[in-house]
């Protein structure tokens, strides 16, 4: 699976198993993210699925694709999201951070990504430190946020972190 992808549903994914038997996998997302869908419609083209656009209630569009190795392998995925991101190479763990700071991720003078999944958080941070930036993990709720707030930090995540998110803020 394309890690950006794999970043997006760790993120934003749901499944479903219809009565008919179908596997399908979706994101929905605000229209005011189609940049975000547009890219993610862009991986599943390239992978080779068939996919599906739906407006869906509370502004929101939806993209959809059947398949049932997609279905098995985020499944697979969520089974243990952390252990899952370790093993990937450098720069695909690039692409799956890029595709979950889009789905999760906020943006102000600072960038902080929410999640449930503490240990995921802990190995995007560690992660981050072999790459020379500074991340903070805090409870906010029921769920965490790591949190990059020193300005090079912040700088050195724009330039090595490719996503749609940050790449509003240059451009």
Not at 149 to 170: A, D, G, M, W
Request: hydrophobic letters at 35%; charged letters at 30%.
């Amino acid at each position: 699976m394309d890690s950006y992808l794999a970043g997006m549903l760790a993120g934003d994914g749901c499944k479903y198993i219809r009565k008919n038997g179908a596997y399908s996998v979706w994101i929905d997302q605000h229209k005011k993210n189609l940049d975000i869908l547009e890219r993610t419609i862009k991986v599943l083209k390239e992978s080779g699925f068939k996919i599906y656009v739906y407006n869906i209630p509370d502004d929101k569009r939806r993209v959809l694709t059947y398949s049932k190795g997609l279905y098995q392998e985020f499944e697979n995925m969520m089974r243990n999201m952390s252990n899952f991101f370790e093993k990937l190479s450098e720069e695909e763990k690039k692409n799956f951070i890029a595709g979950f700071f889009d789905a999760e991720g906020t943006t102000t003078d600072r960038l902080v990504i929410y999640n449930s999944n503490k240990k995921l958080l802990g190995s995007f941070q560690e992660f981050f430190s072999s790459l020379g930036i500074i991340s903070y993990i805090y409870k906010f709720g029921k769920i965490f946020g790591l949190q990059i707030y020193r300005k090079n930090s912040v700088q050195v995540f724009k330039k090595e972190i490719k996503c749609v998110k940050i790449t509003r803020l240059s451009g």
